[in-house]
């Protein structure tokens, strides 16, 4: 079974530019969601993704976007970078309840370090 | 809105002894999950243990265990015989049910705990 997985593990940008960032789910797991970690800090939910539709989001302006793939990948795109973005980015995966179950245990991929110049 | 606490920033313990890890929150739901992560230096967070707090009985994972206290809101981590390879940040964090309004499982993480455990 395979993990989750993320890519690139770096990136360098500047100011002003825009990121895509990618995650590929676990196996048989629909549900993917996007935290920032800042330097630090713990992690703060960006948004998860269902059916490749937007299904929750944090307090993150519209300028951080994403998708979510018929293949379950999910691909974060952050525009006009901020020095603030400069932080590790983290996917998790997890299936979605069912059954009247509430809730799932999310994993978490290795991660994409962000820094903006 | 759900607040998760750690006052502990860092920590030592060492080898073969025992350490205890502080989380509180803040919540009026009645039903919802704790769990607390782990994230060694190398960044891949790892669940370690989880408490659905429905749950009476404290949540127990080979060398870690919790101390869930519902009326103090406190989900403490207690790992015993601390090894090397526990080094690591640890992270508690909270999250509602799904149908607990938004539809979305988030996780709601305190600033976490850095815990070295010498030799």
């Known amino acids: 079974e395979t993990g989750v997985t993320q890519s690139p593990t770096h990136l360098i940008k500047t100011r002003g530019q825009q990121v895509t960032l990618r995650c590929s789910s676990q196996s048989g797991h629909n549900t993917v969601s996007w935290y920032q970690q800042a330097l630090g800090q713990g992690p703060q939910f960006i948004f998860q993704y269902y059916r490749e539709e937007e299904n929750g989001r944090g307090n993150f302006p519209p300028r951080f976007s994403g998708l979510q793939f018929p293949n379950y990948s999910s691909e974060l795109n952050v525009n006009a970078l901020e020095l603030d973005d400069s932080a590790l980015y983290l996917c998790a995966s997890s299936p979605r309840p069912a059954g009247g179950a509430q809730w799932k245990t999310q994993y978490f991929g290795p991660g994409t370090r962000l820094l903006v110049l | 809105a759900q607040t998760v606490t750690q006052s502990q920033p860092e920590m030592s313990v060492q080898e073969a002894e025992t350490v205890t890890l502080s989380c509180t929150y803040d919540?009026?739901?009645?039903?919802?999950?704790l769990f607390w992560y782990k994230q060694p230096p190398s960044r891949q967070m790892i669940l370690v243990i989880r408490?659905?707090?429905?749950?009476?009985q404290n949540a127990t994972e080979n060398r870690f265990s919790v101390n869930f206290q519902k009326a103090a809101k406190s989900f403490s981590l207690k790992i015993s015989d601390s090894q090397l390879g526990d080094t690591a940040m640890y992270f508690c964090a909270f999250m509602k049910p799904l149908t607990s309004g938004g539809a979305t499982n988030k996780l709601i993480f305190g600033t976490g705990t850095l815990l070295a455990v010498q030799p």
């Open positions: 408490q659905e707090a429905y749950k009476q």
């Open positions: 919540t009026s739901e009645n039903n919802y999950y």
